[in-house]
């Protein structure tokens, strides 16, 4: 099947806009120049509604571990104890680092599939009072988890003065996420799934206690110096060469964004998928990996019992071109991961169901035909039903 046909529903990289696409086409510009200074001081204000923060967002050229990089090697030094709650591979990743930073590491490990508890973070902090940052994955991709960011930045505020660091790579555009509201000191993403641009753009927003922390820190760092950004920032610059096609996409997505009613709006349609997309499985006898309470509003994790993961996602890719996500480290071949966010909407939903079903009917799987588009079709309207009103 030709390639352009693919239906992408991983939890990244995710389908582009055509209109961000045809941006992002644009005739090249100097990256000194005037246009391209036009072109940062435009998104770089917009992208404040995005992050719910009054702070400036800093714009890397790089993937979304740049950005987590960047938050570690920024706010700490070598020597210094930070708590990292791991859940699955983002949260382990984010440990790594910091493990390769020297930092002095204390892990919470988290069975994947589960959200921390608040208990659990609060527990480690008063064992651990010289913690100088706590590193959260706020939507673990590699299993479908939210952890619930508000009540553990609130709790880590209460308790300590430890700084709040949070991973949103899978979840900023796509969840609700207020920055400054929830006490998130420093958060971060990538280009390539709600924000529905390619890889390479990675995004950094702080808090005014982040910087004082930025700016004292004393570790040696270069390419991903905040301080460089953030000097550069008011001057519609970068320190370093941007990614100039990428940001002309990207001031296409804040007016997609901005044309659906905001980021409130945006996260309510990723919320609505959510909802559709599991209901769906559940019609048709497949096993949720997360509960509804910890489950992510951008990707669904199913753990199947009658069929093998890996067999359903390659029929999804040769007889529909349907590229879906298997599990990772030790969770391969027990799980598949529908991704619903970016550029996507409840058509999609009913559109990837309804091909499970095939597929299901291919592998064996018992289940009531159509129940799963029925129970799709269903929370749909009960999610649309006040917007009708």
């Given amino acids: 099947m030709k390639?352009?046909?693919?239906?992408l529903h991983t939890?990244?990289?995710?389908?582009?806009?055509?209109?961000?696409?045809?941006?992002?086409?644009?005739?090249?510009?100097?990256?000194r120049g005037q246009k391209c200074k036009d072109l940062i001081q435009s998104v770089t204000p917009r992208l404040k509604p995005v992050f719910k923060t009054e702070g400036d967002v800093l714009i890397l050229t790089g993937s979304g571990t740049s950005a987590l990089e960047s938050a570690v090697v920024n706010t700490t030094n070598p020597g210094d104890d930070v708590i990292v709650v791991v859940a699955g591979s983002f949260g382990d990743r984010f440990a790594k680092i910091c493990e390769t930073y020297e930092l002095n590491v204390h892990r919470i490990d988290i069975e994947w599939g589960k959200a921390v508890a608040v208990d659990q973070?609060?527990?480690?902090?008063?064992e651990q009072p010289q913690t100088k940052a706590v590193f959260l994955t706020h939507s673990e991709t590699s299993t479908g988890v939210m952890h619930p960011i508000e009540k553990i930045a609130e709790r880590v505020n209460q308790v300590s003065d430890a700084l709040v660091l949070v991973d949103g790579v899978s979840s900023v555009g796509g969840a609700v996420l207020d920055m400054d509201r929830f006490g998130i000191d420093l958060l971060v993403t990538g280009s390539q799934k709600a924000m529905m641009l390619p890889p390479g753009l990675a995004f950094v927003a702080m808090s005014e206690r982040a910087w004082e922390r930025i700016q004292e820190t004393s570790r040696p760092r270069f390419y991903l110096d905040?301080?460089?950004?953030?000097?550069?920032?008011?001057?519609?610059?970068?320190?370093?060469?941007?990614?100039?096609?990428l940001l002309f996409g990207l001031d296409e997505v804040l007016n997609l964004i901005e044309e659906e009613g905001g980021i409130d709006r945006?996260?309510?349609?990723?919320?609505?998928?959510?909802?559709?997309?599991?209901?769906?499985c559940r019609a048709l006898q497949l096993p949720l990996l997360v509960s509804d309470e910890d489950a992510s509003t951008t990707v669904t994790s199913i753990r199947p019992e009658t069929f093998e993961a890996e067999q359903l996602r390659k029929l999804a890719r040769e007889e529909f071109g349907l590229v879906l996500a298997g599990g990772q480290n030790h969770m391969k071949g027990e799980i598949f991961r529908i991704g619903h966010m970016g550029y996507s909407?409840?058509?999609n939903v009913l559109q990837y169901i309804s091909i499970l079903e095939i597929l299901l009917k291919r592998l064996g799987h018992d289940f009531e035909p159509g129940a799963g588009s029925a129970a799709a079709q269903e929370a749909y309207l009960e999610g649309t039903r006040e917007d009708q009103a």
């Avoid at 008011?234 to 941007?242: E, K, L, M, V």
């Fill in 3 to 7: 390639p352009e046909w693919d239906l």
């Fill in 11 to 31: 939890p990244g990289p995710t389908p582009i806009p055509p209109s961000v696409e045809r941006a992002m086409n644009q005739p090249m510009i100097g990256h």
């Fill in 121 to 126: 973070v609060e527990q480690v902090l008063r």
């Fill in 226 to 245: 905040l301080r460089a950004y953030q000097k550069r920032v008011g001057d519609g610059q970068t320190p370093f060469t941007p990614a100039l096609s």
């Fill in 266 to 280: 945006v996260a309510e349609r990723h919320q609505l998928m959510q909802q559709m997309t599991r209901k769906a």
């Fill in 345 to 347: 909407r409840p058509a």
